[in-house]
């Protein structure tokens, strides 16, 4: 498949690959660096291609495509003649797909990842996960209550019997 029939089919089902749209035009430009946001922008691709392109046509022929690419290529390499400048911009984009061909990948935001990540985790939630990071289950969400008759901070826990000895002595 020609790099440019790759654009050229970009999030279209229907596309045949012999006639790029606009979007995808834009596209080849910016994920193929064409665009450099100095010499070359987002507009000036939009200019190429209306200009190129058949006046009630929405979509451009490959031959459109390589006279587009010939009228950006001496405005995005000034200091080349116009045969290295069409050469460079043929290498910028040879070889290329879209960025997100076929790869749906899951988006991590940084958000999730703080709120998921346990060594951060403070107060009471910091008890539900041991140090790897791993649940505890019930041990780190249930209060297991004291069941021994003393009161919680109570230092001398577990000494009555002693001091009934030494009292009844």
Known sequence: MADGVKFAVHGDSKATGKEMNGKNFAKLCKDCHVIDGKNVTATDVDIIFSKVKAK????????????????????????KSKEEAVQQIYDL???????NVGITKVAKAGAVDRLTDTSKYTG???ERFDDSGKGRGKTGRVDIPD???????????????????????
């Open 124 to 126: 009471s939630h910091k």
């Open 56 to 79: 009630s046509a929405r979509v451009i022929t490959f031959e459109q495509f390589n006279q587009a690419l010939t009228e950006l290529a001496p405005k995005r390499f000034k200091d």
């Open 147 to 169: 069941t021994s008759g003393y009161v919680g901070a109570y230092k001398g826990s577990g000494t009555y019997e002693d001091k009934m000895k030494e009292h009844n002595a």
């Open 93 to 99: 984009i040879a070889g290329k797909g879209p960025a």
